[in-house]
Every structure is written in structure tokens, then in C-alpha cells.
């Protein structure tokens, strides 16, 4: 009886004016999140380049204040914000959660990490345990991707503390694609990448502000080509790898390789 | 070498590209057309400021008359400034940093780059009838595909006499295989094996050329801006014939006065020489910034912005209709012939929802200085359906215009569709 009073005596007594003030402040905060999550993917939709990326990965970050500045503003309204009473507080909220919402906490925590590391940003292209596509939400708790398959895939920020996350532009509009093309060893090397350079060139989907390199390796079955360039928007990456590939793929015979497999198309993108 | 017509230039002046510089105003200028293109974009409105006269009472002039006050620009005048500019290279007086020894100057070609619907080709031309050099013609389209080097092969060895390419951008395709021939004519060229010579080429096909065929050390020269001073001299000067009574007078239709002062048009009239007092002529300026020094693009909005009253119209009709083409201001002598000039010229908007088809077909028709359908469909990786059904719309919104089979983007659309291509981090020219 006695521990429930001293329990009781930590929260101040909510009358009407706390409890309007309380909701305005909810009520404040969440209608400045949702437009924040709105306006800003509109707008950054609406742009290109740098200015793009810059907005889409300042939305998590907007909303991870916005939650901040509400706490702040509600705490003092709801318990007394002594270090006594803090400690009483978060102690307890942290014997629960360690019991009962591990994971969950985990990835709220994650979250915030990631809300400052940024290891992924809305508009990045990523790979999150073993799944590829561009980041379209930073939540809470998750983060959602976009597959190339168009599958809707929603990872927890749990995942930072033990897997890697492979970023293909963090946070800028460069992203390389590769297009490997298998010939026969016997051609003539210089050709064969002059007309794959020529080929990246003549590209439409090519940003000219990168470079484009051919890597040639020769490997016991023959000769890998990779051609490595960038696209003028991360979006293009899968059309632009097939427009290198099958335009490639036409130069290389011209210029006396023959492919070592039938159809041999190798489209991969880092 | 002949220097051909020694009388000065006018305002034409060709400079290394490196010292091309924008009219004073086109920072401001830049950043209040990408607020209007913002604006545009998000309200789809465009705020109208007050003007003296309501422009919708103005009326277009008649081709005539337009033809009359704003003829095509005469480029022999750029033509005589390239002359002097390429005697001096040649003689080794203005070599830049980084460009090579005089010596090279005399046996390898340098470059004359223009901004679009600047005529480096009839500058070129004009050049070369002066100077008795040799005009080569470009490949033909099955030539540059198949790098057919008989094309090469019938280019006359050097013999000391000039040569001139007009139009390097008609010499190749953005395709895997439209390239061995430019690759083959600039090793060539750049080796001295023709002799001196001036290469012409757009300034799209040139930021282009410079990526498949670096060009370090190799001379490039331009036309200089033109800023606004510079433009009230052409079109206003132009058209002020010394001596004569009837002038033409360029009324603003924001302020209702006159674009250049009366004082300043009458000395044009007197003396035929332009005027050394440094002038305010806004509206000159922010033409100048507006298209960003280029004088044909200029000449083009010039001609937008012309306008007459209806009354003046029906009469303009009645007076070409009399005098066979001519038109003659009949309020007795002295008397002036008013033009209003329009504030702002509309210019066709790009779509809202312009995709990467749209830009692939802008920035490739801007890269060859115009194209056929047949040769769009074979340089993009979209079907001819939708590349034929794409121009036919950037047609009817006034982006693209038709000369003969040609694909061309519409001068008024050319700031619109190049800033378009730049925020999309395309290749875009170096102006």
C-alpha cells in the first residue's frame, strides 16, 4: 500500500488543462510526422540528383526529432522530472521491456542509431540479409524496401547489430552497374574493349561525370568482360545493365569474340 | 593568307571558348528562371507582373513586316571576326595556356564551336568562300555506320590551302557503331596530315566529342556572348538606317517607354555609330541573360516579343499589300514607327510528367543537332511506336519542331529543355 503510494506520488495529477495540453501535444507531433512523410517524399519526388536523396534521407531524421521535441515537452507534464523519479522511471520501463520487448526495443534503439549513422536513407539502393531493393521507408521499428521483383520487403533495424548492409549510393545519385559479358580467348583484347567502352558511351542512360572502365579477367574457360558505369539515375540501373548487355554483347561479335555460352547475359549490379 | 574583308565586325567577336562569358545578369537571371521553373512546377502558375499595355491587345506583327524589321542574321559578320581570329592563331599571336606551340598552330585545325542556331555553318562557309578553302562535306548516314573509311581516303591531302568541316556533328551517331569513323577523321586531322583547317561544330556535339576523343591542348574558339548593350546595337541599330526620317521605335509594353533612348537612336540615325555611354536597357539585358549571350537564340525571342497595335496591323496590311512587301509609316516626315515589346514571350512548358523517354529523344535530337524518327529509333532502346508517339507529342506542346525529316528542338524551348536535361544530370554543353 505504502510502495503504491510512493509509485503514485512519481506522476503529477493530470487535471483538464494538463491533459488538453498533453493531447495537443500528441496531436501537434503526429500531424507534423505525417506531413513531414508526406510533403517531403512529394517534394523530393518531384526533384532530381543530389537535392533528391538530400530530402528523402532527412525524412527519418525529421521525424526522430519531432518524437524528441514531444517527449520532452510531455514528460515534465506527466511525472516530476527529479532524478529521483527518472530513476524510478526508466527502471522500470527497462525491466520490462528487457523482459518482454527485447527485440522490439532493440530495434527502436536500432532505429535511432540509424536515424543518425544513416547506413541506409530513403531513395538508397540496398542489401539487407540477402534482399536488394531501394529503401522507400525509414520507420521506427523498420525499414521497407522495394525489390525489383516489386515485392514490398520490411526488415527490423535489429538487423544492423548483426548483419552487413551493402549500400549501392549512399545517399547520391551514383550507382555503378556492371554488365559481364564470357567470350572464347581468342579475340583481339583492345578491340573487344574499345567497343565495350563505345558501348557505355553511347549509352543514353549514361552519366557522363563517372567514369567507365572495362575490367578484363581471364579465367580457365575463356575471358570475362566487365563493364563498369553509371547510370544518370539509380533507378535506371536494371535497364541501363540490360541496354549495356545486349548492345555488349552485339560489339563484342563484331569485334571477332564470340560469347562462350549461348545467351550469355550475366546481369548483376553492386 | 588573305584576310578577305578587313571592315570590323561589329559585335561579333570570336574568342577561346575558355573566355566565353555569360552578360552580367545571368547569375541573377539563372536563379529567377529556376525559381519560375519551381514555381511552375509545384503551382502550375505563372505570376504576371503589371504591364503598361495589356499584351493580349497587342497583336503578333506580320511575317512581313517581321521580316522587315528582324531579317535572318547575316553571318558573314561572325565569319570576318573567325578571319581574324584565325589569322592570329595561325600567325602564333594568341595562343592560351595549355594550347600547343605556334608551330602546330599552322599544320593542325583548331575548332569553332557555337551555341544552337548559331549557323556555324554558314559562318564556316561564308569563311571559307573568302578564303578559298576547301569545304568538306560530312559522311552520309550508311557511311558513318559502317565506318566506311572511303570517306576518309577522299580527303585531299594537305597542299598548304585551308580546309573547313562545317558540321562535325553530322560526322557520327551516339551508337556502338557511328563512332570509328569520327574517331578515325580526328586522329587525322589532329596529326596535321590536312594541313591547317577549322573544324565547325555544335556545342552539344562538342561536350559529346570531347568525351569519346579527349582534346587537351586543342584550340576551340567560339562567338563571345552577346550581352544586352550589345543586342540593342544589332536589332535596334540594324534597323536605323543613318539618315533617314521614319525610325523605328521599340516601346516597352511594361513601362510604355522606349527600350533605348530617343536621344541615343536618333545618334544611331545620324551617325550609324553605336553609342559609347554605358546605357540601362533592362530589357536588352535580361534578353541577353535570358539566352545567355547567344545571339540566335536572341534573335529568336526578339522576334516573340514584337508586337503592334490592331489598328497598326490592319494597316501594315494594307501598306504591304501597297508597296509590295514594304512598309512605310505615312504620318509625314519625322515621324517614328512605334513597335510595342512584349515583357515576356511564353515558352512552351515541359510536361509534369516528362520520363526518361522524353529526355533520352531531347538530349539525343540536341546532341546531332536534329534527327529523323528512323535514326531516334535506331540511337534509343525504345520501340519506334513509342519514340513516334513521344514526338508527335513534344510537337504539339511546341517542344520539337519539324524542318523537312529533321527533329529539331523549337528555339523557345531550347532554355526549358536544356535546364530539363541539366537537373537530370545529362551531358549538357559547356555555355
Not at chain 2, 605556334?102 to 554558314?122: A, L, N
Not at chain 2, 569563311?127 to 578553302?133: D, L, P, S, V, Y
Not at chain 2, 513601362?255 to 536621344?263: H, I, R, T
Request: hydrophobic residues 40%.
Amino acid at each position: 500500500m505504502n510502495s503504491s503510494t510512493e509509485l503514485t506520488d512519481l506522476f503529477n495529477s493530470l487535471d483538464q488543462a494538463a491533459m488538453l495540453k498533453l493531447a495537443m501535444i500528441v496531436f501537434g507531433a503526429l500531424v507534423l510526422i505525417i506531413i513531414s512523410q508526406r510533403a517531403l517524399p512529394w517534394l523530393a519526388n518531384r526533384l532530381h540528383g543530389s537535392l533528391r536523396h538530400f530530402l528523402l534521407a532527412s525524412v527519418p531524421l525529421i521525424r526522430l526529432l519531432l518524437v524528441l521535441a514531444a517527449l520532452i515537452l510531455t514528460v515534465p507534464i506527466v511525472i516530476e522530472p527529479s532524478l529521483r523519479n527518472m530513476v524510478t522511471i526508466l527502471g522500470a520501463v527497462g525491466l520490462a521491456i528487457g523482459f518482454a520487448l527485447k527485440d522490439y526495443a532493440s530495434s527502436l534503439i536500432a532505429g535511432v542509431v540509424s536515424a543518425f549513422e544513416q547506413p541506409y536513407r530513403p531513395g538508397d539502393w540496398v542489401e539487407i540479409d540477402g534482399h536488394y531493393g531501394e529503401v522507400m521507408n525509414v520507420g521506427m521499428r523498420t525499414v521497407a524496401l522495394v525489390t525489383v521483383d516489386d515485392d514490398y520487403i520490411t526488415v527490423p533495424h535489429l538487423k544492423l547489430w548483426s548483419s552487413a548492409v551493402r549500400n549501392a549510393n549512399n545517399g547520391t545519385p551514383t550507382l555503378q552497374c556492371n554488365a559481364s559479358f564470357y567470350v572464347h580467348p581468342e579475340h583481339d583484347m583492345s578491340r573487344a574493349r574499345e567497343a565495350l567502352e563505345s558501348v557505355a558511351m553511347t549509352s543514353p542512360y549514361l552519366c557522363f561525370d563517372e567514369p567507365v572502365v572495362v575490367v578484363i579477367r581471364e579465367e580457365i574457360w575463356g575471358t570475362k568482360y566487365t563493364l563498369r558505369a553509371y547510370p544518370v539515375d539509380p533507378r535506371q540501373q536494371f535497364r541501363f545493365v540490360t541496354d549495356l548487355t545486349a548492345r555488349g554483347r552485339e560489339a563484342l561479335t563484331r569485334a571477332g569474340a564470340r560469347p562462350l555460352l549461348p545467351g550469355s547475359l550475366a546481369l548483376e549490379s553492386i | 593568307m588573305d584576310e578577305g574583308n578587313s571592315s570590323a565586325p561589329g559585335p561579333w567577336h570570336t574568342v577561346p571558348i575558355e573566355e566565353y562569358t555569360l552578360p552580367p545578369d545571368g547569375r541573377t537571371n539563372l536563379v529567377k528562371k529556376r525559381w519560375k521553373a519551381l514555381r511552375q512546377r509545384f503551382s502550375g502558375e505563372d505570376g504576371e507582373a503589371e504591364v503598361f499595355r495589356a499584351e493580349a491587345d497587342l497583336r503578333e506583327l506580320p511575317n512581313v513586316r517581321l521580316a522587315h524589321i528582324v531579317p535572318p542574321i547575316d553571318w558573314s559578320s561572325a565569319a570576318r571576326s573567325l578571319a581574324q581570329a584565325f589569322s592570329e592563331v595561325t600567325l602564333g599571336g594568341v595562343l592560351k595556356p595549355g594550347a600547343r606551340s605556334s608551330k602546330s598552330e599552322d599544320t593542325t585545325p583548331w575548332f569553332f564551336v557555337s551555341q544552337p542556331y548559331c549557323d556555324h555553318g554558314s559562318i564556316l562557309e561564308n569563311w571559307a568562300a573568302e578564303h578559298h578553302a576547301r569545304v568538306w562535306q560530312p559522311p552520309g548516314t550508311e557511311q558513318i555506320l559502317n565506318g566506311d573509311s572511303a570517306w576518309l581516303e577522299a580527303l585531299p591531302k594537305g597542299n598548304g590551302q585551308p580546309w573547313v568541316l562545317p558540321a562535325l556533328e553530322l560526322c557520327f551517331f551516339r551508337h556502338a557503331n557511328g563512332l570509328d569513323l569520327l574517331r578515325g577523321f580526328m586522329e587525322r586531322a589532329l596529326s596535321g596530315e590536312w594541313g591547317p583547317g577549322i573544324i565547325g561544330c555544335d556545342s552539344w556535339a562538342f561536350a559529346f566529342v570531347q568525351r569519346i576523343f579527349p582534346l587537351t591542348g586543342v584550340p576551340a574558339m567560339t562567338l563571345q556572348a552577346f550581352d544586352g548593350p550589345m543586342l540593342a546595337d544589332y536589332f535596334v541599330r540594324g534597323r536605323t538606317t543613318p539618315g533617314s526620317r521614319n525610325q523605328i521605335r521599340f516601346l516597352s509594353a511594361r513601362s510604355g517607354e522606349p527600350l533605348v533612348p530617343d536621344e541615343t537612336q536618333d545618334a544611331y540615325a545620324s551617325t550609324g555609330a553605336p553609342s559609347d555611354d554605358e546605357q540601362d536597357l533592362p530589357e536588352f539585358r535580361q534578353l541577353a541573360a535570358h539566352c545567355q549571350g547567344n545571339p540566335g537564340l536572341a534573335w529568336h525571342y526578339w522576334r516573340k516579343q514584337l508586337r503592334s497595335e490592331p489598328e497598326t496591323e490592319q494597316q501594315d496590311r494594307a501598306e504591304v499589300r501597297g508597296t509590295g512587301g514594304t512598309t512605310q509609316n505615312t504620318d509625314g516626315p519625322g515621324s517614328s514607327d512605334n513597335v510595342w515589346v512584349a515583357q515576356d514571350v511564353e515558352t512552351p512548358p515541359m510536361l509534369a510528367e516528362a520520363d526518361e523517354d522524353v529526355a533520352f529523344v531531347l538530349h539525343a535530337i540536341l546532341l546531332h543537332r536534329g534527327l529523323t524518327t528512323n535514326l531516334l529509333t535506331l540511337l534509343l532502346p525504345s520501340p519506334r511506336a513509342r519514340i513516334a508517339s513521344q514526338l508527335l507529342r513534344l510537337q504539339a506542346l511546341g517542344l520539337l519542331t519539324r524542318d523537312g525529316e529533321r527533329w529539331q528542338v523549337a528555339p523557345l524551348a531550347y532554355s526549358t529543355v536544356r535546364e530539363f536535361l541539366r537537373v537530370r544530370r545529362y551531358l549538357t554543353d559547356a555555355f
